[in-house]
């Protein structure tokens, strides 16, 4: 599309273009994982039986890092939490996601969380089974008045302003945005923000969550400071190590140790 309409700037959602941009051309994103590794420690203090869900669509790498994130969000305050995981293979498909939220609950999962484009099935489970349920995308806080805990949701209207603008300018080429721009906590610009807290939530976790945020939003903060183990001990981040944005976003490729169940292998 950018090549055929060179007098348009094209910025994808998400997604990488490989190599240098065409000059019309660019790709935008947050770091999902953030939001996502805070709302992992509410989930850890919430869990009574240690056991997260975790229903997923694809094995991209963008779901791995947010369930590694959640996962080691939990275990940062509580190290018995683990996060059991579900593929539906759908982005939405809420007969496949009620039956994986139903397999998590029978389980003794107690907490259940989501990367689904479709959302609201996993939320009103959770709250007609009685067990607590962290959003995503959107806040859906008014489908589980009793589960919910908190979650993670875009406010894209400050960055799409600013992308408009910039092209409206004549100043697209050569821009932040004429590549694949990723914005995070350390820009203090991220579009994925954390949602409210819901009424179970004390003061003494909404402050971990502050201090957390504030932890891995500083120059030598992440959710995966090294040293990040895989399922099979093998090493993902080194001991010491800081990735940056781009560096997780291309690397994230096996499930931390914590997550229970397989990356399917097709």
Request: proline share 5%; with cysteine; hydrophobic share 40%.
């Amino acid at each position: 599309m950018a090549a055929a309409h060179p007098d348009v700037a094209v910025a994808q959602q998400g997604n990488l273009i490989q190599g240098a941009a065409p000059a019309n051309a660019g790709t935008y994103f947050g770091t999902v994982y953030e939001p996502v590794y805070l709302a992992g420690i509410v989930a850890g203090r919430s869990t009574r039986s240690n056991k997260l869900g975790y229903v997923y669509a694809f094995p991209i790498t963008q779901t791995i890092e947010n369930i590694n994130a959640f996962q080691l969000g939990a275990q940062s305050v509580n190290p018995a939490a683990q996060t059991y995981v579900v593929n539906t293979s759908s982005w939405c498909d809420p007969a496949k996601q009620a039956d994986a939220a139903k397999s998590l609950f029978d389980q003794g999962v107690d907490v259940i969380t989501q990367h689904q484009d479709c959302t609201a099935t996993i939320t009103k489970a959770a709250e007609a089974a009685g067990r607590f349920v962290v959003g995503y995308h959107a806040d859906a806080s008014p489908l589980a008045p009793t589960g919910w805990l908190t979650g993670s949701e875009w406010a894209w209207g400050d960055l799409y302003v600013d992308i408009v603008r910039t092209a409206r300018a004549g100043q697209f080429t050569g821009s932040k945005y004429n590549a694949n721009y990723r914005v995070g906590y350390k820009d203090g610009q991220n579009p994925f923000v954390q949602s409210r807290f819901g009424t179970a939530v004390g003061d003494d976790v909404k402050t971990l969550v502050s201090d957390a945020k504030a932890r891995i939003s500083a120059p030598a903060g992440s959710p995966f400071v090294g040293p990040v183990l895989a399922q099979d001990g093998t090493t993902l981040v080194a001991d010491g190590q800081i990735p940056d944005y781009a560096t997780i976003e291309t690397t994230m490729k096996a499930f931390v140790k914590g997550v229970v169940g397989q990356l399917p292998s097709s």
